[in-house]
């Protein structure tokens, strides 16, 4: 016996197939309501205009997406993505460079084939059901108030009168652009404001194919990232994605955004504070003009602060809170989330008061960690600013021990540290992991001017103190691999 008649999941991209395979297991029929149409094969769709952009999945985000679709990397390579083992990995910031064969055996794709590899498995799974070019319009609500019935929805074609679908449990992950403030507004709650980055990011990315007697480069290389100075150059990165097409980016926050004319992107790139990406793609043959993405803001809602919150509702990935594309994020989030929602669903009676909203508070959890470290990697940009209802903790902080950390690591050429650092970054580890007493007086005491911090730390106090104060409470459990690994998912369809 499933514990819900019907779950609807509103929108069905990444975050959205991910809810439906979570509710299948705990829903007789799941119902994806999404406003586009699919298309057949690994194409692009107007309802998620940053896919044309580079999408890179973090180890944890593809250790969870493989839990719940197993093998799904395997489809990937038979559309043509390669992986990354053993090829090069450059990376080049502000205080060096590293340069490695790169450890792991991960796939690289554009976001249009993993987003059609991982929607093939879910039609696949007898109970999902998809409604495509149907617009969610509004929330419908029981004569109480206090619980969601359903959705009011409309078909897009024959843009006849809206019509109600009904469902037990109602999940947003409609993305940046989700209504859901609107439409609990219109239902009488009272929506907290969202914490608010306004980073004015920049995106601009052009594809290449590799002419005949260039091949070798799609096997040579990984990436090559060149970082940015903040106020001063934009960062760009190159790599590959399936079939042998290159793709280069450039980026910055801060509203100087880069060019999408194909001869200033070009000039762009050829001053970045490293040569190489230039030189990979000269003699490259652009297949498309450097398309443009702008991202104004960066938003964290607070729904799970809301006095009353109503049951049969949830919602998550970009429509919760949203990040900083650049250090890839997002489809991680909304993976993590997703792997929650399966374990509170497994673990509790859904009918408790209270359900829905302590698994928004556990969600926190998940995006506390990412949205600390956007906001100190973005913040140290002139030009970007932060509204939100409490202060940002250990910011200024975090920023400056950050970019000694990553001096310490780029100087010794200490792959270990450096690799710690990208694993925070990537939501494999806490903070802690670098934010901890040991690491932060190693890394202080390394330098004058770290040494100088530190001294204004301590004052007479216990580091570990000082740390747990300022800084703030990442949550350990959502990192604790023995306890989510222990998430034992079931594979009945
Ligand atoms: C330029 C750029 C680059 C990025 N790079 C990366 C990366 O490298 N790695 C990474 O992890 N993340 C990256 N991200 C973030 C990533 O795209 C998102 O985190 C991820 O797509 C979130 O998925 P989602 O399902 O929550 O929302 P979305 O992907 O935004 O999907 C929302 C879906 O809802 C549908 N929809 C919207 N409104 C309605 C409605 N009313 N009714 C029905 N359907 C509706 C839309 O059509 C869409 O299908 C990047 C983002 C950008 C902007």
Redesign the pocket.
Known sequence: MKKLETGLV???????LLAARILSDFCSKVLV????AFPDGPEHRQ??P?AF??????PR?KAIIDRFFPDYEQDLVSLGAPSSLNKIIHQHNQFGTMVSPYPRNDIKFS?AVLEYVIRERVRKIDNIHFLQK????SLSVSPENDRITGVMARDRETDLSPFPVVAELVID???????LTKWLGDLGYNVPLPDKMTANIG?STRRYKLPPGKEHLAEKWEAVNVGGTPGKTFLGAFSFIENQVAETILYRPDGVFPPSDPVEFEKEISRLSSPLISELISGLEPITPPKS?R?PYLFRQHFEQMKNWPAGLLV????YC??D?IF???????AMEAELLYKELERNDTSETGFEQSILKKFQHVIEAAWWLNCAADLRWDGVGYEGSQPLKGIEFGQTYMDLYLKYATEKQDWKLYGLYWAVNTLSVSPRAIFNPEMVRTVLSSSPSGQNVLDKLENGHSLENVLRDILPDFSEEIFDPEKMNKLEVRHEN
């Open positions: 509103i929108g069905g991209s990444i975050g959205g309501v999404e406003k586009d309802g998620t940053q952009h580079p999408h890179r999945i973090t985000g976001r149907h617009d969610v319009l992950t409609s993305g940046r652009t989700s209504k995106y993405f991202v998550l990935g970009d429509a949203n990040f594309p890839g994020q997002g489809m991680t989030v909304a």
